[in-house]
T-cell receptor
Framework: GAVVSQHPSRVICKSGTSVKIECRSL??????MFWYRQFPKQSLMLMAT?????????EQGVEKDKFLINHASLTLSTLTVTSAHPEDSSFYIC???????????FGEGSWLTVV | AQSVSQHNHHVILSEAASLELGCNYS??????LFWYVQYPGQHLQLLLK??????LVKGIKGFEAEFIKSKFSFNLRKPSVQWSDTAEYFC???????????FGTGTRLQVFP
């Protein structure tokens, strides 16, 4: 099946710095990718829809200036957490749709710890 | 707005017991329904999905789910669980023609030998 890869899998950064997480569809093209956030022992919360070649669509309550999303190509979306704060520490997961397989695949997730 | 409810937050079973995890959604239109599993330390994996057709859907590892439109439900079942089924299970829904998934809160399943 299709594969979605995220990098890095774990990252620690200092408060006030920015950190970028990449999401790649390895063997299919994805015009749309999604970014989720998962707090410990909680469900996934959709943050935004990443659209190739256009601006991301953010869910209510998600700060677009803090969570910058860039979908530069059909196989790559990036999430940049700007001016990171300890409250941003979380598990971030991306997903992408494979039209050929008519299903949605998830990346392995990225643990962000802000100290 | 769409929402997904999973009423069982934590389920503990012995091996060979039968499993049923509840999932209800709220959305008036056509939906696609999914069950995902997250094993400890691993990423989400698709168990099964319902798009149309036979409301009884069979997935991997012996799991199945039944879509009951009148009840807005998509319960997950397995006749005989194994220790290796210990994981977090998430029900998800997306409106027809969108790939945006709305997840339930998840059910933690623990299976003891």
């Amino acid at each position: 099946g299709a594969v979605v890869s995220q990098h890095p899998s774990r990252v620690i950064c200092k408060s006030g710095t920015s950190v970028k997480i990449e999401c790649r569809s390895l063997d299919f093209q994805a015009t749309t990718m999604f970014w989720y956030r998962q707090f410990p022992k909680q469900s996934l919360m959709l943050m935004a829809t990443s659209n190739e070649g256009s601006k991301a669509t953010y869910e209510q309550g998600v700060e677009k200036d803090k969570f910058l999303i860039n979908h530069a190509s059909l196989t790559l979306s990036t999430l940049t957490v700007t001016s990171a704060h300890p409250e941003d520490s979380s598990f971030y997961i991306c997903s992408a749709s494979s039209r050929a397989e008519n299903t949605i695949y998830f990346g392995e997730g990225s643990w962000l710890t802000v100290v | 707005a769409q929402s997904v409810s999973q009423h069982n937050h934590h389920v503990i079973l012995s091996e060979a017991a039968s499993l049923e995890l509840g999932c209800n959604y709220s959305y008036g239109g056509t939906v696609n329904l999914f069950w995902y599993v997250q094993y400890p330390g691993q990423h989400l994996q698709l168990l099964l999905k319902y798009f149309s057709g036979d409301p009884l859907v069979k997935g991997i590892k012996g799991f199945e789910a039944e879509f009951i439109k009148s009840k807005f439900s998509f319960n997950l079942r397995k006749p005989s669980v194994q220790w290796s089924d210990t994981a977090e299970y998430f029900c998800a829904v997306n409106a027809y023609n969108t790939d945006k998934l709305i997840f339930g809160t998840g059910t933690r399943l623990q299976v003891f030998p």
